[in-house]
């Protein structure tokens, strides 16, 4: 780009691009995104530094794009961009904000996605409040879904919301949760993650931070029967999760073991095929899970071949 050219004259000497990425102002962008969204050919897009700077989109915007990217603070302009899209094809969507005013109304956030029949891809980002609404609602009737992402308030990670997502998505192959709150704090009971064994049968691949207290009732809690178990997932992937273990003077080895053997048999009554819990290995928490990873391999080897 000359030094006297801005972003937009650049992007207007390529008319036919089937890719674009720009990252800028949220000024310039609000003109990138105009133009860009009567691109006949644009299938790929990502636009980042959105704000509220007013976007004027036509009525058969993005009528070619199957991927977009949108990250910034404007919440409207988002909105706008998402709400412009008329291409049926869409197949991937990623959204990532942080609202410069919690103060935001429920309908100011995205509109409905089941307008997007081939939309496979899902990741959202939103870690300030009226995540269910902005993130998750908009979504829940996408059932062709197979790949979530989703970062967000602990908070909103409740039991029901968890169980909705399950029953909405029951195709999905992929899922990631991860909450934006500091590590300790609000974090997943591991027991709560079981839903998706029971609703969601495809899915392959499952990374959450969770946390496993086993110096309270979480071992009782995970004995509960499991209502339905999940093939195909052979990895949850914990990261930095949190796990804790009573302190030797507070229980015997043997109590500790078995309230391990509880939780691994649990997982395994959800997830017959599981077969490695992937944690931060540099992490504070890594000996206990590896623990308990110990645990999971001794009980998978003492009854092949029922788990596999």
């Known amino acids: 780009m000359r030094s006297s050219e801005t972003v937009i004259d650049t992007v207007k000497h390529y008319p036919s691009l089937t890719r674009l990425e720009i990252r800028t102002t949220p000024q310039e962008l609000a003109q990138v995104v105009q133009f860009a969204s009567q691109m006949d050919h644009l299938s790929r897009a990502a636009f980042m530094g959105v704000g509220n700077t ?33 291409s049926a094809d869409l197949q991937q969507l990623e959204v990532t904000w942080a609202p410069e005013s919690t103060q935001i109304a429920e309908a100011d956030i995205l509109p409905s996605l089941d307008r997007f029949p081939k939309l496979k891809v899902l990741r959202l980002s939103e870690p300030a409040s009226l995540f269910f609404h902005s993130c998750l609602a908009p979504a829940l009737k ?16 409740s039991q029901d919301v968890l169980r909705t997502m399950a029953q909405s998505w029951r195709g999905l192959r992929h899922l990631q949760l991860a909450p934006a709150d500091p590590l300790q704090t609000g974090i997943l009971p591991l027991g709560m993650l079981r839903c998706f064994a029971e609703l969601c049968p495809k899915l392959e691949t499952l990374a959450a931070r969770v946390r496993l207290d086993l ?19 052979r990895l949850i992937d914990v990261g930095r999760s949190v796990i804790v273990l009573p302190e030797p003077e507070q ?12 939780v691994a048999t649990s997982l395994l009554a959800s ?12 992490g504070a928490y890594a000996e206990g899970w590896a623990r308990l990873q110990y645990v999971l391999n001794v009980i998978r080897e003492a009854h092949q071949p029922s788990f596999v």
Do not use: Y
């Open 54 to 86: 007013d976007i004027s989109i036509a009525d058969d915007a993005f009528k070619s794009l199957q991927t977009l990217r949108v990250e910034g603070r404007g919440v409207e302009g988002i909105r706008r961009i998402v709400s412009g899209i008329t």
């Open 142 to 157: 996408c059932s062709g879904l197979e790949d979530v992402s989703i970062r967000g308030r602990s908070s909103d990670f």
């Open 215 to 233: 110096t309270d009732n979480t071992p009782e809690e995970m004995r509960q029967e499991a209502h339905g178990a999940g093939p195909a997932l």
């Open 251 to 262: 229980e015997t080895n043997e109590i500790v073991e078995q309230r391990l053997r509880d």
């Open 271 to 282: 997830w017959p095929n599981l077969t490695t819990l992937k944690c931060d290995r540099k």
